[in-house]
């Protein structure tokens, strides 16, 4: 069973930054691809970044490329999501997730709880 464990969300004014964080076990953080999601209630799933994204390195939605950095903690198995110049429309739910491989299309096999980003104008 894989469990992944976020955290750092909350309520932030527009340009402002959080850093989301998930947990997972020593054996998930090395084997898995691993990266972000985020999708609000009735709405689809939309990817945010991943790594090992589609057989490569990093990669980032377009609508956070430049503003979202992805970074590990290999010490501590924590997996980071810095989100820099925050607008409105990144208020959502954002899941860390994790896949054997994490491709375009594809909806990823492991799903934490979700942690709430607010941002406020």
């Known amino acids: 069973q894989v469990q992944l464990v976020e955290s750092g969300g909350g309520l932030v004014r527009a340009g402002g930054s959080l850093r989301l964080s998930c947990a997972a076990s020593e054996l998930t953080f090395t084997t898995y691809a691993m990266g972000w999601f985020r999708q609000a209630p009735g709405k689809e799933r939309e990817f945010v970044v991943a790594?090992?994204?589609?057989?490569?390195?990093?990669g980032y939605a377009d609508s956070v490329k430049g503003r979202f950095t992805l970074s590990r903690d290999n010490a501590k198995n924590t997996m980071f999501l810095e989100m820099n110049s925050l607008k409105p429309e990144d208020t959502t739910v954002y899941y860390c997730?994790?896949?054997?491989?994490?491709?375009?299309?594809?909806?990823?096999?492991?799903w934490g709880q979700g942690t709430q980003v607010t941002v406020s104008s």
């Open positions: 997730v994790a896949d054997w491989t994490l491709v375009p299309g594809k909806i990823p096999q492991n």
């Open positions: 790594d090992k994204w589609n057989g490569g390195g990093t």
